[in-house]
Every structure is written in C-alpha cells, then in structure tokens.
C-alpha cells in the first residue's frame, strides 16, 4: 500500500510527443505538488495543488499542464516534449503546506 | 524565496566512521526535512524537524531555527547510508513549498 504512487516508473519518447505522468496519494492529504530532478540532482518545485486549486507555478512553461481530477490525484501532461524535459519528475503530498511532505518513487523522463 | 545551502557537497568515510551534515537557510522556518536518496533514486523521509532533536536509531539531527541551521548525525556509517541526503525549508513568510538545497553526497566504503 504506497503512499504516494506514480506512474509510469520509466518513460522513454521521441521530441515532439506528448505524454502524462500519473500521480496518486492514498495518505488523505489536501495539498499535492509536482518537482523536477536535473541531472545535477537539483530538485526544484514546478506546481503546488491544494484541494484541486492551483497555488504555486513556479515559471514552467505552459507546454506542462497539471490536472487535479480530486485531491488524491495530480497528473502532470507534457505537450511537445523537448531534449531538455529529460529529467526524473517526482509527486509529493502533506496534509498541508507546513506539514511533512512525502514523495513518490520518481518517474524518469528520457526525451529522444 | 528561502536560500538552502548544505554542506559539505561531497563526502567520502570508512565503514564504522560518523560524520555529520549541515544545512544552512535564510529565512525563518515552518518546516525542515532531510531526505536521503538511496542509489536507486528513492527520497526517503528521514526527519521533519522545524525545530528541536529527533533520533532515529544511528541518525539524529537538530535544528537551531533561531539560528537558521539544521544538522545531520550519521553514527557507525554503513555501505547502505550511501547516497546524497537532502534538506529542505519552508518558510514561514507567503505561501511557499518545500525549498531544497543541493544536497550531500555520502559514499561509505567498506
């Protein structure tokens, strides 16, 4: 029973594609957020959901959409994939934005 | 936004060795974690510790908030505590999410 889940573990496609990465959070938690590994290992946040309602956009371009269809479930669609979207993209949930923050296993984007 | 700087970047031990790990930020805090990424590139929770002392079996860490800085004690290092740990503030001010540092790398060898 994972915490916080994403799928796929693994996502490897061509530069103009688009594709989605799933996220979903069994732990009851209002707030969601999406963050992005570089290959330094720099972990920067991109998006902060709380309830469903956007907070935080920290300068991503739009070609990246977050959806959240309820509050267990944050999926982040990539549109018109470039070279430099190739990165490990981790999920994480806290109760609120104050509170223990917990994180998915990562899904490791390779654009081609 | 909050600055987070860890120290030191790279660190290198002998199984058995301990060794400890600073995290420097710039504002006031709401919350401080430590993760650790294991080499399979798992963030695992080690400490939620705006404040005060936890311990958790051979780690522990302290955060002086009044200071601005958290610490990380690694005891009796194993091969598994290999990987890069990392901190990461909230600050009080605004509406903010978790800001993290660049992180440590660890390397025990046997």
């Known amino acids: 029973d994972t915490a916080v889940s994403q799928t796929p573990k693994y996502l490897v496609t061509q530069m103009g594609n688009d594709k989605s990465i799933k996220c979903e959070q069994n732990?009851?938690?209002?707030?969601m957020y999406w963050y992005k590994q570089d290959s330094k290992k720099f972990l920067k946040i991109m998006f902060s959901y709380n309830n469903k309602e956007l907070i935080i956009n920290e300068t991503v371009p739009n070609r990246f959409s977050p959806k959240s269809p309820d509050k267990a479930h944050l999926n982040l669609h990539i549109n018109s994939l470039e070279l430099g979207d190739s990165a490990v993209y981790f999920c994480?949930?806290?109760?609120?934005?104050?509170?223990?923050?917990?994180f998915g296993q990562g899904t490791r984007l390779t654009v081609v | 936004g909050i600055q987070v700087e860890q120290s030191p970047p790279d660190l290198i031990l002998q199984e058995g060795a301990n060794s400890t790990l600073r995290c420097n930020f710039s504002d006031s805090v709401n919350n401080l974690q430590w993760f650790h990424q294991n080499p399979w590139g798992q963030l695992i929770n080690l400490f939620y510790?705006?404040?005060g002392t936890k311990q958790n079996g051979r780690l522990s860490a302290t955060t002086v908030a009044t200071e601005r800085y958290s610490l990380l004690y690694i005891s009796s290092s194993q091969t598994t505590d290999s990987g890069v740990y990392f901190c990461a503030a909230r600050t009080r001010t605004g509406y903010s999410t978790l800001t993290f540092g660049k992180g440590t790398m660890l390397l025990v060898s046997p």
């Open positions: 994480a949930s806290s109760r609120s934005g104050d509170t223990e923050a917990f």
């Open positions: 732990l009851g938690h209002d707030t």
């Open positions: 510790i705006p404040s």
